[in-house]
């Protein structure tokens, strides 16, 4: 329009100021010409890409965001960036043992569909991106593509509901004589590389990082700790809702220079274990301070009320410390597993 605004100036100012006519149809032909076409094009790119956009995000988010994102399509949508995530992972304990239980491929793949469908809900209601589906693990991830406020509160509300989804299912698997499933969930809050990666054949959107390896190893740590949801510190420290928690410890996990602080989501803010978060709080402190006689007290304690997992960790270790006192105690774990 500013090149046709300027070409009618300029026919003007030769007509009247110069007395000389010009032929003005070829040129306001080529205008329009070149207009209308530039305009199919951009129609045609602007379809292209939210059509990809769509293929790409139409099984991973709710139809909501990909609604938004269609909205909002631009070029850089899919460009690979760094950007603070919540990485999620979850899977099934003792799959290799519920596999030779059920005995048919068939019904074990009916099994895992009937797992995995209320697991994506969950994921989808709280607005996670669902990036794939590894055997029986899912891994997930919040505030990419589109930003997500409260991105930590999100993927823990998720996995407290998925706990208990997974406890009403376990009920209908009960009275089926089907094998119950436990899990194990993973979260940890951190940058990390997103975008659109793969080959020029075939490539998806996804996260890759090193903050996404702790999510996976902080999930496998749930067999060891007797636990169903840990989140790191960095996920922990923004958190804004309140929920039960317990600090679980201070490791480094395999493949990690750096000790990461890890707990326990036990669910939602509930004042029938808040003397027992305080008992075990306690002890830990003590656990802390090297004071592994009177920690070890309190864990039997605490052992002898509700034998959890947990606790009898912590009185092995202690015994283990006091007969073998350390020159110097740091408080980390090293694991040299995944």
């Given at each position: 329009?500013?090149?046709?605004r300027?070409f009618?100036?300029?026919?003007?100012?030769?007509?009247?100021?110069?007395?000389?006519?010009?032929?003005?149809?070829?040129p306001?032909?080529?205008?329009?010409t070149?207009?209308?076409?530039?305009?199919?094009?951009?129609?045609?790119?602007e379809?292209?890409?939210?059509?990809?956009?769509?293929?790409?995000?139409s099984?991973?988010?709710?139809?909501?965001?990909?609604?938004?994102?269609?909205?909002?399509a631009?070029?850089?949508?899919?460009?690979?960036?760094?950007?603070?995530?919540?990485?999620?992972?979850?899977?099934?304990?003792?799959?290799?043992?519920i596999s030779?239980?059920?005995?048919?491929?068939?019904?074990?793949?009916?099994?895992?569909?009937r797992?995995?469908?209320?697991?994506?809900?969950?994921?989808?209601?709280?607005?996670?991106?669902?990036?794939?589906?590894?055997?029986?693990?899912?891994?997930?991830?919040?505030?990419?593509?589109?930003?997500?406020?409260?991105?930590?509160?999100?993927?823990?509300?998720?996995?407290?509901?998925?706990?208990?989804r997974?406890?009403?299912?376990?009920?209908?698997?009960?009275?089926?004589?089907?094998?119950?499933?436990?899990?194990?969930?993973?979260?940890?809050?951190?940058?990390?590389?997103?975008?659109?990666m793969?080959?020029?054949?075939?490539?998806?959107?996804?996260?890759?990082g090193?903050?996404?390896?702790?999510?996976?190893?902080?999930?496998?740590?749930n067999?060891?700790?007797?636990?169903?949801?840990?989140?790191?510190?960095?996920?922990?420290?923004?958190?804004?809702?309140?929920y039960?928690?317990?600090?679980?410890?201070?490791?480094?996990?395999?493949?990690?220079?750096?000790?990461?602080?890890?707990?326990?989501?036990?669910?939602?803010?509930?004042s029938?274990?808040?003397?027992e978060?305080?008992?075990?709080n306690?002890a830990l402190?003590?656990?802390?301070?090297?004071?592994?006689?009177?920690?070890?007290?309190?864990f039997?304690?605490?052992?002898?009320?509700?034998?959890?997992?947990?606790?009898?960790?912590?009185?092995?270790?202690?015994?283990?410390l006091?007969?073998?006192?350390?020159?110097?105690?740091?408080?980390?774990?090293?694991?040299?597993?995944?």
């Open positions: 329009f500013l090149v046709f300027i009618s100036l300029f026919i003007y100012y030769m007509l009247f100021y110069e007395g000389i006519i010009l032929n003005t149809i070829f306001l032909v080529t205008m329009v070149l207009f209308a076409t530039s305009m199919i094009i951009n129609y045609f790119f379809t292209k890409q939210k059509e990809l956009i769509k293929d790409k995000f099984k991973k988010v709710s139809p909501a965001v990909v609604e938004d994102l269609l909205k909002h631009s070029s850089n949508t899919l460009e690979i960036r760094e950007k603070e995530i919540t990485i999620f992972f979850s899977d099934i304990r003792g799959f290799t043992s030779e239980k059920i005995g048919s491929p068939k019904k074990l793949i009916e099994l895992l569909n797992y995995m469908t209320p697991m994506v809900e969950v994921i989808i209601k709280y607005h996670g991106t669902i990036d794939k589906f590894i055997g029986d693990a899912i891994m997930a991830y919040w505030n990419a593509p589109n930003d997500l406020k409260n991105h930590q509160d999100n993927a823990i509300m998720c996995a407290i509901d998925q706990i208990k997974l406890k009403k299912l376990n009920v209908q698997l009960q009275n089926e004589k089907l094998p119950i499933i436990n899990i194990g969930i993973g979260i940890h809050t951190g940058i990390a590389t997103v975008g659109e793969g080959s020029k054949g075939r490539s998806d959107y996804t996260v890759i090193d903050n996404v390896n702790l999510a996976s190893r902080l999930k496998g740590l067999k060891y700790y007797g636990s169903h949801i840990i989140i790191s510190e960095h996920t922990y420290k923004d958190l804004k809702n309140e039960a928690i317990r600090e679980l410890d201070t490791v480094r996990v395999k493949g990690k220079e750096h000790p990461v602080k890890i707990y326990e989501v036990l669910g939602s803010v509930d029938r274990i808040d003397k978060i305080k008992l075990y306690a402190g003590l656990y802390k301070n090297s004071d592994f006689v009177e920690a070890k007290k309190l039997v304690k605490l052992y002898e009320s509700d034998n959890l997992k947990l606790y009898d960790i912590y009185i092995k270790r202690c015994a283990e006091i007969k073998n006192p350390p020159k110097k105690f740091e408080g980390i774990y090293e694991f040299t597993t995944k």
